[in-house]
């Protein structure tokens, strides 16, 4: 019988509010149209490096047994992945609009499953 496990620690994402400015709203401050004409610009309200968002453990378990039968070796496995079901969030919504969904999660971890395997040797 065998057993493994591994643990992994990622630190959380690096955040950011963008929030989209007009040319109608930039050009008296810059006291000119913006370059290219481009008719709007985006802007990171949060300093870069300064906010990040939850971090991520995870741990996984896998048990597995090697069967012997004459000739035929069979390995029999059962694996847990996210043990702890734990649930961080992995993506936000980083558009920034006053009232809006800033910093919704658009993803988290995948719920805790588990998998069966066997593989047959002969």
Known sequence: ???SSTFRSDQGEQLAANRTYSTVVIAPSLGRPLSGSAANATVNL???GTMYGDRLNVVDVRFAKVLRFGRTRTNVGFDIYNIFNANPVITNNFNFVPGGEWLRPTS???ARFARFSATLDF
Do not use: H
């Open 1 to 3: 019988m065998s057993v």
């Open 46 to 48: 949060v300093e870069p």
């Open 108 to 110: 988290i971890l995948a």
